[in-house]
């Protein structure tokens, strides 16, 4: 019965295997190979050049070394206000209030809106004419501020937006905060704790492998943002260096620039940067995460 079990499982698992392998890991597996190489729309084939590539990215793009850093900038500060954002929301949707059902759709429906729809009514609140923000400004009699243009406020205005979308972690959150065992907080309270300590040595603890999976994907879905450069930016790199993420770098060369190897360059070496950010993210783990039952 055992092999059985097996042999069904293994044939069942040969759609998703075949899927991982022809869209993910030979496309990886070409991009890398293609990195080697000189391609562009005009060429009838491609040439040879070994390092070349890398060594033009690290040494003489400078548009790529901004890009990583606006790119782990903007990941940062979205991640962790983020996090902050969707936890503490959710704790508060966990309670027994009126209409909670209400208030859990009203902040998860953020994320199921379209991009294109959320970074146009942004552009209108941010705008610096008639725009609510600076409306508010301008009423307090502070001066008006051109979120969108002005390089100071670029990334945290974009952060802003992510963070209103992160509609996905607070669901996933509540579901984790459904799952910490009540019989703690009542013999806390039975302790003495205040809300806080049992906030901080019950519920936190309890959460940490719903912390990590939210940090992760949250992580790296940052890391590979594009929409806001395609909207606001359009292939005016120069004038809004903010705007060029990694993932628009890697679109403005490869399909409006048409040079596809060494765009294919840009794009290996981008999944070597949230490859480390993973790694480093789930050795640290080890040093916070916590299991029920476990022996930590």
Known sequence: MARQEARAAKLFLI??????????????IAVFALSFFKWTAIMPRPLF?????YIRLFTKDIFFWTSVKVTVQYAVLSVCAGMVYSLSIALLLSRKVPARGFFRAVFYVPYIIPAIAVYTSWALLYNPDFGVFNAL??????????FLADSRYIIPSLAVIAVWASGNLIVIFLA????????????????????????????????????????????????QVVVPSLIYAGSNRTTYPEYTFMSFLMYRTGFINN??????????????????????????????????????
């Open 137 to 146: 400004l301008a009423s307090q009699g502070l001066p008006r501020i051109t």
């Open 15 to 28: 759609p998703a295997f075949l899927g991982l392998t022809f869209i993910t890991y030979l496309p990886l």
């Open 49 to 53: 050049v070994g390092l070349s590539n």
């Open 259 to 296: 040079d596809l190897s060494y765009a294919s360059t840009i794009s290996f070496i981008f999944f070597a940067v949230i490859g480390l950010f993973t790694l480093v993210l789930f050795v640290t783990s080890k040093s916070w995460l916590f299991y029920e039952g476990g022996d930590r």
């Open 176 to 223: 984790g905060l459904g799952n910490v065992p009540r019989v703690y907080h009542e013999a806390a309270e039975i302790d003495g704790a205040s809300a806080w300590q049992r906030f901080c040595r019950i519920t936190v603890p309890c959460m940490t492998p719903i912390i990590f999976y939210n940090l992760l994907m949250s992580l790296i879905a940052n890391m």
